[in-house]
Structures are given as structure tokens and as C-alpha cells.
């Protein structure tokens, strides 16, 4: 809850008059050594944040791009111990961790053993998409004992009064899911997106990260200005997916936050 | 949601006006139970409800998951009876061997897609289902073909999915005058199971038994037995038994039925399983085989391959109740769409 001194992650994507960027790399993808190279050469390019996948075999928000990455990673035996690792080793070079994952792993793994083992990493906060907030205890409850920042996620589709409790549980920043759908680059953004961000705005002053399909830089500036963050996944694991170095699209959106 | 929308209304009347047709009986009586029968679109009854409520919703399109076929089918049937645009969902390897539903379903006017990622069956039909709705949620209504998935839908398909175990235990008292001994059903998600099941569950003499799929046998790994090989987890927004290896990846499963291919099962049974109300039990692929043979034989009836694992259970259940034993048995598919996953031989075989 956002009582207390804003955090690690909040403080990383308030905004001071450019947009943030939030780039978004698959553990393990394609393998461990090179996700962690990639993390770090990421860490050091001036973006806010970076967000770390756990592939599962199921997931279910992720578009094609990401579901590979997922697939590979695992094929590569990526797992939740892993992907601490990964998580750790970018975390060392000081920028803001956020984990990304689905529930079914974090219960595997041990719900309270996954909050004490990636606050010991580093890790700043968690996504957990299939989350409900409804049911989010008492796995939410752990991560913040471990200080670590749950952010929730709320869509097009959100209702008012689900918002404002999504908002309330939320610490870090609230994900504003731009698209209704999976991850994966679009052409365009929906125009009713600024919408949403006035809706969220009503009911927390956590900064906004807008996610989901975002991938180029005129995504970037229409962003500007409404949003505290991107998001940027999809197009930057499918250059890593190529074996190509992420690094010139990153910043070339990153030109375009200011 | 369902509960909000005229329910009660649409619940029997309906429902059944729109499907009950004199040569298409509900039930037929056979050998020592009664069978709940398979009618032209099999499984369920479900159907019907939720396409009404995608109306009811201003929904013009439907998008369905199917293993088997028997859900696509028939969910692209209502469709074309209520003029709503229909897509279905299929794996790759249930397109292959259950290709004659494939070609019903086409010919109903549905589009089937697909499904080439990950196992290529059931599991990720149904999570591409789901990307489909988040994506379209505006226009279109998921017709989920278990009770699985996330609320509303264990709920919601359970209570139009009851109208079959409602009907049967109706049957039962007016004909027999008395409730059944024991009610058999096989397993996937769940929904014809529970269907039959919800009907007896506050008749506490009468034995309810839900049978899994064990492939080449639970010990080899090779099965589809989510409760009676599987632990708690979270799989297409429910909690529940799933299968899963020990990082909490979801494990490919093995079934000779397709639709009973899904490493996940519904909410309510994990919740009778740990309560004990109903005994689930998992019977192999050569046993559903030989339940099939058997049946078709002495019955006439070709049953599918997935209610074949519950007459597998049914049989040993019959021969320890001994004569007078009275068993319902959810009969939830014909065996025509299995005719390309079972060895028939070239010659007729001694009768057994």
C-alpha cells in the first residue's frame, strides 16, 4: 500500500518531464549467460527500469514474441532459481528490478521462499499478471514483508471500482495494460489510452506505466506527457530473438522519451 | 453474470424446445442403468445457454476450445442455429484425430484454427481461445467447453450442465422409483461429470465416481489424471489439480481421447476430491479401448472414447455390486469422431 516514503521503483519512474523507459528481457532467452549480458549492456543504456520474465509454459498474457522466448528459455532449463540469478547479476549494476512472472511458478517455487530469495537479489517489485487482486493474498503479503513492490495491473476492460482497489494494493507503479490482448508490437496505440491513465490518475499518485504493444518511437511521443513510463517488450526480445543486439532500437526509443 | 441475465427463464424451456427432437431422445434405457445419451451434439447442453447469453449480451461472435471436436461442433451448431459468427480453437494433433469433427464443424460454418504451439492439443487450444476473448472481449463470447477457466465459468458451465444430472435423477425416481447406487463419469475438465454429479450430491447413499484418463498408466508419467496424479496449482485462471513438473511448468499429458487431454481439471472437483464426496479413480488407454469394443458390441451403442474410461469403471463397479446393482452412467459422446484413433480389424473379431 502506498503509505510510507515512496520506493526504489516509484522514485525510478517518476516522471521529470520525460517519459521513462521500461525495457523487458526474457530469463534465459537465449540462454542464461547471454539474457544476463544483454540485461546489463541494457542497465548501463539510461533506461528506469528493466523488467525480467520467468518463462511458464502457460502464458497466458503474452503474445507470440514472448511465448517463444518463454519456450526457449525453458528448453534451455530456466527456472525460477535461474531466473534470481539473471535477476540478481542485472540488479548489481544498480537499475531497478522488476520480475515478471505467472502465479503457478511462484507457488512451485514456494510463495514466501520466492519473496525472501528475490529481495535478497535485488529485486525491486513483482508483476504477476494471473494475479487477481482479489485473491492476491496472502502471496502479496509476503512480498511486501520482503519489500518488494507488488504492481497490478489494470486494462481497458478495468471497471471503477476494481481500479480503485487495484490501485490501492499497487506499490511502485500501476501497469496500464494500453491494449485490450496479449504483449506484442502494434502499429498503433489505441486512442483511448489517455482515458485509462485519467481514470488511474483519480485514484493513486503512483507513476503510470503504460505496457503492451508499445514499440516504436512514435509510440514513445504520444506517450509523452500522459504516461510516466513505457513498457517495452515485445520488440526488444524479438531482436534479441534474431541475434541481434537490442541495444540501437533501445536507443532510438529512448531519443524519442524527451 | 449468468445469474444477472434472465436465467431462469432460459434454463429449461428453452433450452430444450430449441433441441429436444422426437428422434434425437435424451435418454435411453439400456442393459441395467440409464444412459444419458448422446444426442446429434453430444456432450452438452451448455451450449445452448451460453450462446443465448452471448446474445443476451449483444455478443455476435463466439470462440470456442475444443479436444475432441464434440465442443467445437457443438458450439459452431448453436452458432449457425442462432446466426452468430463461430471460431474454434484445435490442436494441431486433435485436428488430425478427430478430422471428422473437424469437417463438421466447417460444415456448420465455423472457421477452426490452428493450434500449433506447445503440446498442440487441448491445453493450448484453450489458452489461445483466451487470447482470442482478452483481445475481443467487446464482440465476442467465450464458450468455454469444461468447467474450467477462470469465475464465472466452472460456476456458470456447472449450472447449465446440471440440466443432464437433473433429468437423469428425475428419470431415475419416476421410472425406478428410487435414486441410483453409484453415478460414473468420466473426467477432463470435468463438465459432464459434474453435470450428473451436482444433481446427487446431497444424496449421500448414492456413490459418485469420477474417472480420469491414465494413458499408458499413471507410473509412466504418460497420462491425463490431474487429481489422481497431480498436485494443486494455477492453469487458464483457476485453482485447482494440475500437472506440472517441479518448477510449475505444465507437463505435456497422454490420453487416447482427446477430449479427456487436458493436464488441468475443474475447481469443484479438486474441492469433491479433497472432501471426498466423489472418488476419482484413472483407467488406462487399453481399458477405455476394451470398454469400447465391448460396448459397441453388446449395446449397439458406440460410445466415445472418453465415456468409454467411465464404462471401464462402470463394469468393475457392476461386478462388485453383483446383480441388482443399479448404475447411471454419463454416456457424454458417441464413438463415430474416434473411428480413426481405434484399430478396427480387418476381419470381425469372435464375439467376446
Same mark, same amino acid.
Given at each position: ?258 | ?95 488430425? %484425430? ?16 490452428? !493450434? ?58 419416476? !421410472? ?10 468420466? !473426467? ?6 459434474? @453435470? ?7 444424496? %449421500?447413499? !448414492? ?51 482427446? @477430449? ?5 481439471? @475443474? ?58 446393482? %443399479? ?26
Amino acid at each position: 500500500m502506498k503509505v510510507g516514503e515512496a520506493t526504489r521503483l516509484e522514485n525510478a519512474l517518476r516522471v521529470n518531464g520525460d517519459l521513462k523507459l521500461v525495457a523487458y528481457i526474457m530469463a534465459g532467452h537465449p540462454n542464461q549467460k547471454k539474457s544476463i549480458e544483454v540485461g546489463k549492456k541494457l542497465a548501463a543504456s539510461g533506461i528506469a527500469a528493466i523488467e525480467i520474465g520467468i518463462p511458464f509454459s502457460d502464458p497466458l498474457a503474452d503474445g507470440p514474441v514472448i511465448q517463444k522466448a518463454g519456450q526457449v528459455a525453458l528448453e534451455h532449463g530456466m527456472n525460477v532459481a535461474g531466473a534470481l540469478e539473471v535477476a540478481g547479476a542485472i540488479a548489481g549494476e544498480g537499475v531497478p528490478v522488476v520480475l515478471m512472472t505467472y502465479i503457478n511458478p511462484i507457488l512451485s517455487h514456494d510463495a514466501r521462499k520466492f519473496a525472501a530469495e528475490a529481495a535478497q537479489a535485488g529485486v525491486a517489485g513483482v508483476i504477476v499478471p494471473d494475479l487477481p487482486v482479489e485473491e492476491s493474498e496472502p502471496v502479496a503479503g509476503w512480498l511486501r514483508s520482503a519489500s518488494l513492490d507488488t504492481v497490478f495491473m489494470v486494462a481497458p476492460t478495468t471497471s471503477d471500482a476494481r481500479l480503485e482497489t487495484i490501485c490501492e494494493h499497487s506499490s511502485g507503479f500501476v501497469y496500464c495494460v494500453t491494449v485490450t490482448g496479449t504483449t506484442g508490437a502494434r502499429k498503433e496505440l489505441p486512442s483511448g489510452m489517455k482515458e485509462l491513465f485519467g481514470l488511474v490518475r483519480k485514484h493513486t499518485n503512483l507513476p503510470i506505466a503504460a505496457g503492451f504493444g508499445i514499440s516504436r518511437p512514435e509510440h514513445m511521443k504520444a506517450l509523452l506527457g500522459a504516461a510516466d513510463a513505457a513498457v517495452v517488450g515485445s520488440a526488444i526480445v524479438n531482436e534479441i530473438d534474431h541475434g541481434r543486439d537490442p541495444l540501437p532500437l533501445v536507443k532510438e526509443l529512448l531519443k524519442a522519451c524527451r | 453474470m449468468h445469474k444477472g441475465a434472465d436465467y431462469k427463464p432460459i434454463q429449461n424451456g428453452q433450452i430444450l424446445s430449441v433441441w429436444d427432437t422426437p428422434q434425437d431422445p435424451a435418454a435411453d434405457r439400456i442393459a441395467t442403468g440409464i444412459i444419458e445419451g448422446p444426442g446429434q451434439t453430444a456432450t452438452a447442453k451448455q451450449f445452448e445457454g451460453q450462446a443465448l447469453l452471448a446474445m443476451r449480451m449483444g455478443k455476435k461472435r463466439v470462440i470456442a476450445e475444443t479436444g475432441a471436436g464434440q465442443h467445437g461442433v457443438a458450439a459452431a451448431t448453436v452458432c449457425a442455429r442462432f446466426g452468430l459468427e463461430c471460431t474454434v480453437y484445435m490442436g494441431t494433433e486433435d485436428m488430425r %484425430r478427430q478430422s471428422m469433427n473437424v469437417r463438421r464443424m466447417r460444415l456448420l460454418g465455423a472457421e477452426v484454427v490452428e !493450434v500449433k504451439a506447445g503440446t498442440k492439443t487441448l491445453k493450448d487450444a484453450t489458452s489461445e481461445a483466451i487470447r482470442d476473448w482478452v483481445t475481443n472481449v467487446e464482440t465476442t463470447h467465450y464458450i468455454i467447453g469444461s468447467v474450467v477457466g477462470p469465475h464465472p465459468y466452472p460456476e456458470m458451465v456447472r449450472d447449465l450442465q446440471r440440466v443432464i444430472g437433473d433429468e437423469a435423477r428425475e428419470q431415475y425416481l419416476s !421410472v425406478d422409483g428410487k435414486l441410483p447406487d453409484a453415478v460414473v463419469a468420466c !473426467v477432463g475438465g470435468g463438465s459432464n461429470a459434474i @453435470g450428473m454429479f451436482t444433481a446427487f450430491i446431497e444424496d %449421500r447413499d !448414492v456413490r459418485l465416481v469420477g474417472v480420469e484418463a491414465a494413458g499408458k498408466g499413471v507410473k509412466t508419467g504418460q497420462h491425463a489424471a490431474s487429481l489422481v496424479g497431480g498436485r494443486p496449482g494455477v492453469l487458464h485462471g483457476s485453482f485447482s489439480y494440475l500437472l506440472q513438473d517441479g518448477d510449475g511448468q505444465v507437463l505435456p499429458t497422454h490420453s487416447i481421447s482427446a @477430449g479427456l487431454d487436458y493436464p488441468g481439471v @475443474g475447481p469443484e472437483h479438486a474441492y469433491l476430491h479433497d472432501t471426498r464426496r466423489v472418488e476419482y479413480v484413472a483407467v488406462t488407454d487399453a481399458e477405455a479401448l476394451a470398454a469400447f469394443k465391448l460396448c459397441t458390441r453388446l449395446e449397439g451403442i458406440m460410445p466415445a472414447l472418453e465415456p468409454a474410461h467411465a464404462l471401464h469403471q462402470a463394469g468393475l463397479l457392476a461386478r462388485e455390486m453383483g446383480p441388482g446393482g %443399479r448404475i447411471l452412467l454419463c454416456l457424454s459422446g458417441r464413438g463415430d469422431k474416434d473411428m480413426d484413433s481405434v484399430e478396427i480389424p480387418a476381419k470381425s473379431e469372435a464375439s467376446p
